[in-house]
């Protein structure tokens, strides 16, 4: 039996999963919002080095303060990496052999997150389908909301496989 999640933060208890019947009887319910969590300069300049893009709107404070945003913003890629990290604030699913990514089905960026801004998320899970091998496809929105922000810094279906013994 395996966990395919990291720990949560202190203080956080995700929604335990165990088997296809939990996930079937979960498809449109709302978990979160999680904690705030602060994307600070450091953390977008590693992002920019991790990936060679080091475009000002990111990695120049001085440069950025008359720029579109009014300073830094992480780079959207950035936040989207994120999702693993607030899903798994928010659920576990326990009892599985493997779980893979399978991809995206749409992501969208409608607002900016600027350097030291607090970022939360809240998840639903929108479909479930049994696939080949023993395996369910799980689609999971999630959505990742600025603190003091109106629209959502991130909106992201991602694709899930989970193979159950």
């Known amino acids: 039996m395996t966990d395919l999640t990291s720990p949560a933060p202190a203080g956080v208890d995700p929604v ?4 296809v019947a939990d996930l079937e009887a979960a498809v449109g319910k709302e978990l979160g919002p999680t904690g ?6 450091e953390r977008i300049d590693g992002f920019a080095d991790a ?7 990111h990695v120049d404070p001085v440069r950025a303060v ?6 830094t913003v992480a780079h959207g ?9 607030f899903v798994n604030c928010l659920r576990r699913i326990e009892d599985v052999r493997m779980g893979v990514n399978y991809g ?3 992501v969208r960026f409608p607002a900016p997150v600027r350097a030291g801004s ?4 809240r998840t639903t899970m929108i479909r479930l389908d049994r696939v080949e091998g023993g395996a369910v496809q799980l689609v ?13 810094a991130c909106v992201a279906d991602l694709v899930s496989r989970y193979y159950f013994d």
């Open 16 to 19: 335990i999963y165990r088997g």
């Open 36 to 41: 705030w969590f602060t994307v600070g300069q």
């Open 51 to 57: 990936t060679e893009d080091h475009q000002w709107i």
């Open 66 to 71: 008359d720029g579109p945003f009014g300073a």
């Open 77 to 85: 890629f950035l936040t989207l990496s994120l999702v693993p990290y």
């Open 104 to 106: 995206l089905d749409k």
């Open 118 to 121: 607090r970022i939360r998320a």
């Open 140 to 152: 999971t929105r999630t959505t990742i909301e600025v603190d003091g922000d109106v629209k959502p």
